[in-house]
């Protein structure tokens, strides 16, 4: 069963520091989506960034790279130059198979990440 | 602009009371789907539909019903059967046609009192 793990609950960070959000998943299929989201305070989910399983280079959108693994199954969110907006909830997501029928979401527990001034 | 709606933004129940809770999109995607987020915990679907009349049970479908009777609408209601109704829910819809493009609504935070 595909499964989602993110062990670092909380994490804290300078203003202006980079940030890694570590992410491991488990999953048998061999095409697979990974996703990470933040949450802030408001509750809204905000999509950041996707990798698919095939997809030769790691993802980037601004200051959120994906540091994609697929040999140790991790998809850690990298966040640079930390800003006090970025204080949030981050959620680890991933979809089994390449959509269609298999368009289920299955998340992380999360990391609450804190930027310090 | 396209989104999705969920209404109420809050919502209290009384213990032994079925609640709806509303969710709407006008992006024309076809998947939407329900989750349950407690603290200290992700996102737990609840069911999710694909097609208008036909809906599937998630992890944690026990103690709610769902419908699909327009594309753009899909309902949800927890029923006095769920025992730990208490959480947030959100909603989300997703063109089946992209290998990515979920959207999230703002969320509803249910409370039993």
């Known amino acids: 069963a595909q499964k989602i793990t993110q062990t670092q609950p909380g994490m804290f960070v300078q203003e202006k520091e980079a940030v890694t959000l570590d992410c491991t998943y488990d999953t048998s299929d061999p095409s697979y989506g990974l996703f990470w989201y933040k949450q802030p305070s408001s509750g809204e989910m905000i999509f950041l960034i996707y990798q698919g399983s095939y997809d030769q280079q790691n993802a980037t959108e601004g200051r959120y790279s994906l540091n994609f693994q697929k040999a140790r199954k991790s998809a850690n969110l990298v966040i640079s130059a930390s800003q006090l907006g970025d204080s949030a909830m981050y959620f680890c997501a991933m979809r089994e198979g390449r959509g269609g029928a298999t368009n289920k979401l299955i998340f992380g527990t999360g990391t609450l990440l804190a930027v310090q001034p | 602009d396209g989104g999705i709606t969920q209404s109420p933004k809050y919502l209290f129940r009384k213990e032994g009371q079925n609640v709806t809770l509303s969710c709407e999109q006008n992006?024309?995607?076809?998947?939407m789907y329900w989750y349950r987020q407690d603290p200290g915990q992700g996102l737990r679907l609840i069911y999710y539909s694909q097609i208008v009349n036909d809906f599937q049970k998630g992890d944690i479908a026990e103690g709610y019903s769902v419908s699909r009777e327009k594309k753009e609408s899909f309902p949800l209601t927890v029923t006095s059967a769920q025992k730990n109704p208490t959480a947030f829910y959100l909603c989300a819809s997703n063109p089946l046609d992209r290998l990515y493009g979920y959207t999230f609504g703002s969320g509803t935070r249910l409370t039993v009192v």
């Open positions: 992006l024309n995607h076809d998947a």
